[in-house]
Each structure stands twice: as structure tokens, then as C-alpha cells.
């Protein structure tokens, strides 16, 4: 094989066919950017479940003076069922892991750390707030039974499970993910097609070349490599555009935006994106490949 | 070094058959002509030897391979071993009179090296060697059929087919090209040309086969163009 030969003719193809070479390194970006982003959204989710769910419990907050739910209609809670709460609770482990009191005062001193530069604040009163348990689970999904065991029992106002608030939001994101997904998806077809069409016509600009290498006995590997690398070329100029976006959208959307307005939560570091990076190439790669390989089979059969 | 065995071509979507029937045997060393009116076959018989074409019914031979147990990755192979001339020439226009018998060679993966040392040679056969870096744009008809067949031979093929080479050349140029070819065949190449051209088949006195409709019509050795005129 000599090296030389083949470079030149990718050299000479790629430049013959600007417009089209061009069209295909836009639309691989646009597509592996997308992929990428979706597959980035997807560490991210992971990411804040690992955060999140170590750190969710399941609060059971007792009946105040204020409380109206049916549960409560004796009102605030006595300190004889608040020990039953605390003995059955006791019962359930190992499924509860700790257990923890959080009483009027403290539930107060909390709130006004939290909500330290709101007015709110001083608008609410200490009674108010209703002391609770709070209880880790071994595993958080087996909610359900701690919520049928204590939900309407006297002296509970309500089971409160953090995860449903978080499940909520992780099922916007993975939203965002889907939708992400199907544009890339998309945008995937419309890449093997271009790059389809890119093919036919180089193959079709080429047939004097062509046509002549296969009568003189030049080997299938050697008429169809100059197109394929022509595909692969553009396809991983495409990739490494798409990875910079990627590697953007790291360095300026999530550290430089999102990463100091919510510094409560963790977000995906770079061995995410160092993850990701490799997969867009060789899928890029791969794609523009396989679709060249199946167009020169029609077009330059021996 | 080619033998048809009852071959039969038919096309898709037509009813006649190219070829019908067709048997001919043609020894290494020979210079056979082609002749025939349009539409007779030739160009199927010389696309059948290259393996362009599979024959509907029948065997083919060449260069003692059995083509219809050849697989497609070896055809490659036979084709290097098969030159090949046509009407039209086939140059590359971009590319000048030595990278054009180069690029066969390039393509087929031959070192620089030698490619340096055998294309001026084949050149000097040819009657170029001093209009090298020409391009085909500048050349005659008769210099550019020239390149084609420095092309067709660099390779050094045991047969070479040429269709209708002097087609496109006046009557004095295509005297220049039967002697090249002529020269080509005491070389050892076998030679298969098609043609059209009486004056030629006349002069050379070489085997002619002639086809019509399809059918070997007429099998002579040192023959002529044909009988009616």
C-alpha cells in the first residue's frame, strides 16, 4: 500500500468536494454535540443521585397546636405517642438506619438558617413549625413501608418522602436527556444519508479514476480506501468540533453558570467528559464509515 | 489462454441474447481480430474475458481460469495479468503522459522505484519517451491511443484486448498503431482486438472471427474483413 498515494487522493477529494466535505463536518458536530450533551445529562443525573439519595430521609413530622389534618384532631402530639412513634420506628430496623429527633426549637433555629435573608423569618412564629422524625433508610426506595405503617396514625400530621421531590426533578432532566437523544438520533440519519449522497458523488466525479484502477486490477481496498478515509476525515473533524462543544459546555455552562448559582448540589466532573469524548469519535467515526462502506458497495463494484 | 464453451449472454430486460452459443478457443501468442457490424457481440466477448460481465449459460476460460468459480477478490488479480485499449483512450487529463501510465502501476501498488525504471521504457516502446511530461490535452489522437497502450502494456500482460483502438484515428495514424500492437504481439502478448476497419484486417493478415447476431459466423486464420463489401 503506499501511504503517499492514497494521502494525496483524500487530499484531492476532499478539497474537489469543499461544499459537501463541509456540509458533513457540520452535521456530524451537530449530531455527536447533541449525543454528547445527552449522554452529559445522563452523568449529571447520576451524579445528584448519588449526592441526593445518601442524604434523603423520610420525615415524620408530628401534630402542633395548629395542625388540621384528621390525625391531629387532638391536638399537638403528647409525648406518649411521640415514644410509641419512636419505638416502632425502633422496630423496623435494619430497613430504618438512624433515627433522628428534631424538636420545635431546633426545627426553628433551622428554618432561620435556611431562609436567613428572607423576611420570612420574622413573620413566623416558633409554634408554627412542627417538631418531627427524621429517618435515614438503609434503602431508599422502600418507602412505602415506613409511609403505610405511620401515614394518619394519631399524633402524625404527615410522611413526608424528600426522594418524591427529587424524582420529580430527575425526571425533568431526564426529559431533557430524551428529547436530546432524539435530535441526535435524528440528526444521526441525516448524517448517514449526506454522507451517502457525499459519496455517490464523489464516486461519481471520480469514475474516470475509478474506472481505470479497476481495469488495470487495482484491489477493491485500493479504489474504495481514498473515499472511505475521505468519509473519516470529515467525520472526525466533526467529532473533535463536537467534543470542544462538549468540553464548552463543561468548562463555561456548568462550572462558570450553573455550578455557582446551585452550589448545593454536585454536578458531572471532567472524567465524565473525559468518558464521553472517545465514544463521539469513534461513533462519528463509525457512522460516516459504515455509511461510505455501504454506498461505494453500490458504486464501485468491481 | 481464453476459451468460450457454449457461452450464452443475455441481458436483463431484453430479449435477444448478446451471444448465443459461442465457442472459440485462442491460443497464448495469437493475434486474433474482432470484426462484426454493431450490436454483433464483440464488446460483450471482451467484457466476458475481463469478467465485467457473467455469462447467462456457459463456461469461460481465461488465462486457464475457469471465470465462473473465480471469486470477486480475485479478479483484481486476473485483471493485472489482462491489458486493455479502447476507442475513447481513457486518459486522465489532469495528469501528464507518465503519470498517466504511472497511476497503473500506483494503483496496483508497484514501488516508485519501479515505477521509475519501467515507465520510461514502456514509453520508449511506445514512442514517447521524449513527450513524458505532455499533457493528453496536447497530444494527437494517434499519441494519446499511444499512452493508452504504454497503459495497457507497462504491467507486461499476457493478453491484451484492445476494442476498436483505431475507431478514432485517421487511416495513416492507425497504420502507426497496428504496428505497435503488432510489435506488442512478437513480444509475446497475445492480442484481441475488435475493429471495424477492412484496410487493416486486410493488410494484417492475421485470424479473424467474425460475429453476427450473437453467433461465431466465421473462424479464419490469416483472413480478411469479409466476403460481401
Known sequence: ?302 | MILFDTVTKLYPNQNRPALEDASLEIEKGEFVFLVGPSGSGKSTFLRLVLREERPTSGKVWVLGKDLSRLSNWKIPTLRREIGTVFQDFRLLPNKSVFENVAFALEVIGKPNAHIKKVVPEVLEVVGLEDKAQRRPDELSGGEQQRVAIARAFVNRPKLLLADEPTGNLDPGTSVGIMKLLDRINRLGTTVVMSTHDAQIVDQMRRRVVELENGHVVRDQSRGVYGYAR
Do not use: H
Open chain 1, 1 to 302: 500500500m503506499r501511504a503517499q498515494f492514497v494521502a494525496s487522493e483524500v487530499g484531492n477529494g476532499l478539497r474537489r468536494n469543499l461544499t459537501m466535505t463541509l456540509a458533513v463536518i457540520i452535521t456530524v458536530a451537530v449530531s455527536l454535540t447533541l449525543f454528547g450533551v445527552s449522554l452529559l445529562v445522563r452523568a449529571q443525573v447520576d451524579t445528584m443521585k448519588d449526592f441526593w439519595y445518601d442524604k434523603v430521609e423520610v420525615s415524620l413530622f408530628l401534630c402542633a397546636k395548629s395542625s388540621d389534618t384528621p390525625s391531629c384532631a387532638g391536638g399537638a402530639v403528647t409525648a406518649a405517642q411521640r415514644d410509641q412513634i419512636e419505638a416502632d420506628l425502633e422496630s423496623l430496623r435494619p430497613l430504618v438506619q438512624d433515627i433522628y429527633y428534631e424538636s420545635q426549637t431546633e426545627a426553628y433555629a433551622r428554618f432561620q438558617e435556611q431562609f436567613a435573608n428572607s423576611p420570612i423569618v420574622d413573620s413566623v412564629n416558633k409554634n408554627a413549625l412542627p417538631e418531627s422524625f427524621r429517618v435515614k433508610l438503609a434503602d431508599p426506595t422502600q418507602y412505602d413501608v415506613v409511609a403505610s405503617a405511620f401515614s394518619g396514625r394519631p399524633g402524625i400530621e404527615q410522611v413526608n418522602d424528600q426522594r418524591q421531590v427529587l424524582d420529580k426533578f430527575f425526571r425533568l432532566l431526564g426529559g431533557l436527556q430524551a428529547i436530546a437523544l432524539i435530535i441526535a438520533v435524528v440528526m444521526s440519519i441525516v448524517t448517514v444519508l449526506l454522507v451517502a449522497n457525499t459519496m455517490r458523488v464523489a464516486a461519481f466525479s471520480r469514475r474516470r479514476e475509478t474506472g481505470i484502477m479497476r481495469l488495470v486490477g487495482a484491489s477493491n481496498l485500493y479504489i474504495q480506501l481514498p473515499f472511505l478515509l475521505e468519509a473519516a476525515v470529515s467525520a472526525g473533524i466533526g467529532a473533535i468540533l463536537a467534543v470542544g462543544g462538549l468540553i464548552l459546555a463543561k468548562a463555561v455552562v456548568i462550572d462558570q453558570i450553573l455550578a455557582p448559582s446551585f452550589q448545593f448540589t454536585a454536578f458531572v466532573g471532567w472524567d465524565a467528559v473525559a468518558g464521553i469524548a472517545p465514544m463521539l469519535i469513534l461513533v462519528g467515526i463509525g457512522l460516516s464509515g459504515v455509511a461510505a462502506f455501504l454506498t461505494l458497495r453500490k458504486y464501485l463494484r468491481v
